[in-house]
Structures are given as structure tokens and as C-alpha cells.
């Protein structure tokens, strides 16, 4: 069945670059799918970093858009998120997902089980 | 704040029928179709609903989804205990060119 785990460093210092990868299996990540990441600080809701599609089509949302950069690998069934100029604010638990796309509709169908990414020197 | 509203809590008993609500705009639910999500504490967000009333496989049919205009509701029919959790909107806009998620519902089962 299809898989996602995300990997990445636990903390990251303020003004450096968080960076995670999100490993798929059971699942090609060239299929009609897009690929998503989503962050959840503690005890809050959840927030939509941004989409990508393995063309390298990429969805970004717009508060995060200057400091952010989803990308794919499809050689290793990977898709990777990169945020810079990180402050205590990015905390958070960030979750890989599978999205899927069609006219009108946007969803998460496959979740990974998120890692906390701190920000602290 | 979120661009979708949904109150912060709701509660009920156990066998009894609840209801969270979301709301939006013409840019998101008023053109685009809704999902739910549910966060059981300490696990990822699941799926619950998406297409505005379609459930996955595997998810009980006490759980429905609606959506009239620029509004979503869900319900959950017959409650149980295991059905405490956060609960979680979400639909694209078109004007942000993202997706956008309401601010979640705590649900707790009295």
C-alpha cells in the first residue's frame, strides 16, 4: 500500500535552512499524483506549504512562497522541502502527503506520520 | 487566522448526531469542492470525506459530508468515544492558487 516518511533534521538554528525529504513506496511518484507538505505548530491547526507535481510543477502558498522550494526526485521516489531563513515561528510538525488533483478538487488521500522540526540555537 | 472558519470545539454524547461547520468564500468552497480531515491526538490528519460527500474506503457511514454555496458542514451519526479528535476542513482557492484549511474543531464526546 502506499507509504510516506518524512526525514530530515530534528532542529535547525534560526536564520538557516530547514530541509526534509519525503520517501514514497508502494507507489510511483511519476503516477497522476501531486506531493504535498503541510506543517502543523504545536497545539495549532494545520497549514499548506505547497504542492509539487513530478513534471516539477510546483503550487506554493503564498506567505511561505519567497522562502520556499518543493522538489522531486523520481530516480529515488522522493520529493524534498527546503525553507530558508527559518525562525522559531517554522516550528512545527511537518507532514508529507499525497495529493490528488482534478478539476475543482484538492486533496490528501496519504499522509505520512509527520516529524517536529524545532527551531532553537 | 484561517481563510476557512470552523468553530473551535464542539461536543455531544455518545449515540448522539453532531454537526461542525465550515465556511468560505467563492474563491474556495463556493467553487472548489471540500474535504475533512480528522486528527486522531498525537497521529497524522486523515482523510475522512472528499468531493464535498465522498467517503474512502474503510471509513464508517456514520460519517457525511455537505456543501451549499460558500458552506461545508460534516456530521457524524451515532458518536462514539473513538470519534474524539480534531477535526479539519479544507478546499482550493482560487485567488491564493493553494490549498486552505479551516482552523480545526476539537470534538469531544461527553
Do not use: M
Not at chain 1, 507535481?53 to 512562497?65: A, E, F, I, Q, R
Not at chain 1, 516550528?91 to 505520512?112: F, I, K, L, N
Not at chain 2, 457525511?64 to 458518536?79: E, M, Y
Request: aromatic residues 10%.
Amino acid at each position: 500500500q502506499v507509504q510516506l516518511q518524512e526525514s530530515g533534521p530534528g532542529l535547525v538554528k534560526p536564520s538557516e535552512t530547514l530541509s526534509l525529504t519525503c520517501t514514497v513506496s508502494g507507489y510511483s511518484i511519476t503516477n497522476n499524483n501531486y506531493w504535498g507538505w503541510i506543517r502543523q505548530p504545536p497545539g495549532k491547526g494545520l497549514e499548506w506549504i505547497g504542492t509539487i507535481y513530478h513534471s516539477g510543477t510546483t503550487y506554493y502558498n503564498p506567505s511561505l512562497k519567497s522562502r520556499v522550494t518543493i522538489s522531486v526526485d523520481t530516480s529515488k521516489n522522493q520529493f524534498s522541502l527546503r525553507l530558508s531563513s527559518v525562525t522559531a515561528a517554522d516550528t512545527a510538525v511537518y507532514y508529507c502527503a499525497r495529493e490528488v488533483s482534478r478539476s475543482r478538487e484538492h486533496w490528501g488521500d496519504y499522509w505520512g506520520q509527520g516529524t517536529l522540526v524545532t527551531v532553537s540555537s | 487566522q484561517s481563510v476557512l472558519t470552523q468553530p473551535p470545539s464542539a461536543s455531544e454524547t455518545p449515540g448522539q448526531r453532531v454537526t461542525i461547520s465550515c465556511s468560505g468564500s467563492s474563491s474556495n468552497i463556493g467553487g472548489n469542492a471540500v474535504s475533512w480531515y480528522q486528527q486522531l491526538p498525537g497521529t497524522a490528519p486523515k482523510l475522512l470525506i472528499y468531493s464535498n460527500n465522498q467517503r474512502p474506503s474503510g471509513v464508517p457511514d456514520r460519517f457525511s459530508g455537505s456543501k451549499s454555496g460558500t458552506s461545508a458542514s460534516l456530521a457524524i451519526s451515532g458518536l462514539q468515544s473513538e470519534d474524539e479528535a480534531d477535526y479539519y476542513c479544507a478546499a482550493w482557492d482560487d485567488s491564493l492558487n493553494g490549498l486552505v484549511f479551516g482552523g480545526g474543531t476539537k470534538l469531544t464526546v461527553l
